[in-house]
């Protein structure tokens, strides 16, 4: 029978290892979200100012909205299947 005591349950956690930064990847992930998101409202308030004549003569209450529907559906036309 062993007397050792530093076994897995009462040995310290090891150190967290150098360069390791979970709160840098967490920023450097929320500054790619931010950008990411401000890149999609560019390109939604773009078709806006670029509707077709015909969707010009359906009208729209919110071309800005109008825009992001028909974007959304080109998107979702466009993505491979799977």
Avoid: C, F, K, N
Wanted: net charge negative.
């Amino acid at each position: 029978m062993s007397t050792d005591t530093d076994d897995a349950y009462t040995r310290q956690p090891p150190a967290i290892v150098a360069g390791t930064d979970v709160t840098a990847a967490a920023d450097r992930a929320d500054t790619a979200a931010a950008a990411d998101a401000e890149t999609e409202a560019d390109r939604i308030e773009s078709r806006a100012g670029h509707l077709l004549p015909e969707e010009e003569a359906a009208g729209s209450d919110d071309p800005i909205r109008q825009a992001a529907a028909l974007l959304d559906e080109s998107d979702r036309r466009t993505e491979p299947p799977g």
